[in-house]
């Protein structure tokens, strides 16, 4: 195995690694909720959530950690009793479908972590905590990262309360239900920790593709999501093409000239047309209404809002030459946030010390991390994800791999507690 | 008003027609279901659908016709004891959001005709017979045509009973539940009227852009719809787009193919794209898969099987091309229906004698009348669509227009009655 003189270095300065106990409890862990033929079926506060989530508390506690949650129905883990705190953590919520690896990770890692230094009897200068953030993903209730923006103070309790699911569940009822319900004063705003380190799959190809052990993102893109509505005339499908105001048209050209637009700026942007909803979805009718939404990533502000700037241009455009309504609107933007320079020259150090092959870069997706950036100082580290799949049930990295990513982060923690 | 002359030429006759009853009582019945700003709400053996009819065989019964239902749930009235029968019919169920006169016009004059030849004491040498079919949108339960399809002996009763709507109801449940399963001594092929004769709106922009008064179909175009599939691979919206295979390319590419092959052929053709459905359908997934119906409509069946081959063989080339996986089946093919040359021109003459301008066309709308024709001596009467809508909220047809139609009928009855 190639990490044999990390796993070394790491017991030398006592630290009772054991990367087989972690293999084996992410193994078990990771496949609560999982379909097979499906993928994970896992949505925010749902019953295999609400069943993984236990099963890390009940663990939690069998550790001597205190377990807390806070008002959004985050779990937030800690050992150690003084001090500053260093957090590690993710989340265990999925996409519908989704893969095993994605946010659990992070979390199954930090227990880990959690358990090998408690039970190696190392003593941090800082308390150790370990966040399991609720409805990351944004799949069950929108926003994604509704967990840390609430307990980080990025949006108020009202906005996230009142989000609906579509069955009409409210979040804040969802909390009750499933016992998630926590106080006020155990929001990570009350009391943020010194440092922040989330542990993540890529969810991208470049690490996988390129051979490197571990990637260090620099921070992470600007997210901006816009629906797009076309209205037309829903009309019988006997009518004559001329006749028409067919609104699908509207999402065809539109998806068209997009591609186009974002293969000239393949490396700076990223486009998805991910939800689609055409009305009234009946074989024989002429769909009046197409509404859907465009995912637009960059790192740069300014590619964000010109590509908004130009697909709203050729959506007034189409719906001009087409005879259709057009209206956009924005659903969210998250604003590209900046790692902690430290932090990221930290886990730069610790790869180095252990010769992981490891590549600056920026995270495509959004993640806890850059809620936890406003109030912590903040880092990611990721590990290759095979051929880049991700929101899939082909989502992948391999054993070696999830240990390398463990025993960084372990390092990392190491060398911020000492800083 | 342009129809004095009919009405004084019907009334010389002894018919003591009531134009303002007629349309008095279809305002009132073909609001039942109707929902302002969404259109009409009456699927198939739906409350409302349920109400209608009610409403429709207490005014049937309190005329003396014998109402009889059979094995599809169709609803048969009959006046007169012996003879051949003339039967006149359509359809009260509705497309979701749909308008208030598609069917209902059919059924609702139907029964003035019945009433104004019973009030008028004219003795004809027919039984009188009005029929409702049952799911003739197909928009509950596919295909459509199930309650003409049953009764005239095209569908088995296996087939037609087993069929599922979106939530899981069978067909067969629905009929027991309304009290709509009726017995299969009354199916239409036991006993086939020796004309039929519907009446219906043009569902099309031909009669009202051209100023025609009436319609007259020499037969139904052929319809047959396809479902294909594009399956990619589900990754999340921070993929870059290289690494990407999206099935929704799949349908921007043949969507766009398809309309440039339809406008090229469009007085022979016509082809809608009229449900779409995205997997997952989320905004920060790429779509993994992508399944979609095209209906494909022409009088001229070399043209119909020219189209799928070339809507197959595009689907495989973007399949190729994209790196998807493509897969395509039929729903449904319902075959081109040739009307009775006699019934279309003694519909003519109809016209003529009464100096109403009438266009002889193709209707491009499947209608009982092609299940009718496999048993009966069949034609349609067509009246203006304003704008050509249906299928939509906006469907609209004006009371003189209403009126014409209504009085063709009568003028066709009486003198198919005498053949």
């Given at each position: 195995m190639c990490y044999e003189g990390a796993l070394e270095k790491l017991r030398a300065r006592g630290l009772k690694v054991n990367p087989e106990r972690f293999l084996a409890e992410?193994?078990?862990?990771?496949?609560?909720?999982?379909?097979?033929?499906y993928g994970m079926n896992r949505l925010a506060l749902s019953e295999n959530h609400v069943a993984i989530r236990m099963d890390l508390m009940e663990q939690l506690k069998a550790l001597g950690a205190k377990v807390k949650v806070d008002e959004a129905g985050n779990i937030i883990a800690e050992l150690g009793e003084q001090g500053e705190a260093i957090a590690v953590g993710s989340h265990l919520d999925s996409v519908p479908g989704g893969g095993r690896f994605d946010g659990a990770y992070g979390v199954i890692a930090g227990l880990e972590v959690l358990r090998t230094i408690k039970e190696s009897n190392v003593r941090l200068r800082h308390r150790l905590v370990l966040i399991d953030f609720n409805n990351e993903e944004g799949s069950r209730w929108s926003p994604p990262l509704l967990g840390s923006g609430l307990s980080c103070g990025v949006y108020t309790r009202d906005f996230v309360y009142s989000r609906v699911d579509r069955n009409g569940v409210r979040f804040e009822d969802a909390l009750r239900n499933t016992g998630f319900m926590g106080s006020p004063e155990n929001n990570i705003s009350c009391n943020p920790p010194r440092f922040y380190v989330e542990l993540h799959i890529e969810q991208g190809p470049e690490l996988y593709s390129k051979g490197y052990d571990i990637g260090i993102p620099q921070g992470i893109v600007g997210i901006r999501v816009v629906e797009l509505a076309f209205r037309g005339s829903q009309d019988h499908a006997s009518s004559p093409l001329w006749a028409r105001r067919d609104a699908l048209t509207g999402l065809v050209i539109v998806k068209n000239k997009l591609e186009e637009y974002a293969l000239e700026r393949v490396d700076k942007l990223r486009v998805t047309i991910g939800r689609v909803n055409v009305e009234p979805n009946v074989a024989n009718v002429v769909p009046g209404e197409v509404r859907f939404t465009v995912d637009i990533r960059s790192y740069d502000p300014n590619i964000i809002d010109e590509t908004v700037k130009y697909i709203v241009e050729n959506g007034e455009d189409v719906a001009r030459r087409r005879g259709l309504d057009f209206e956009h609107r924005d659903l969210w933007y998250i604003e590209r946030t900046l790692f902690d320079t430290q932090v990221v020259k930290t886990i730069e150090e610790a790869c180095e010390e252990f010769e992981f092959k490891c590549l600056k870069t920026w995270s495509w997706a959004?993640?806890?991390?850059?809620?936890?950036?406003?109030?912590?100082?903040?880092?990611?580290?990721?590990?290759?994800?095979?051929?880049?799949?991700?929101?899939?049930?082909?989502?992948?990295?391999?054993?070696?791999?999830?240990?390398?990513?463990?025993?960084?982060?372990l390092n990392v923690i190491l060398a911020l507690d000492s800083s």
């Open positions: 992410f193994d078990r862990m990771s496949r609560i909720g999982w379909v097979e033929g959004g993640h806890d991390a850059q809620n936890m950036a406003r109030v912590s100082r903040t880092g990611m580290i990721f590990i290759p994800s095979v051929n880049g799949r991700s929101h899939s049930k082909d989502e992948y990295s391999g054993d070696e791999d999830l240990v390398k990513g463990l025993l960084t982060l």
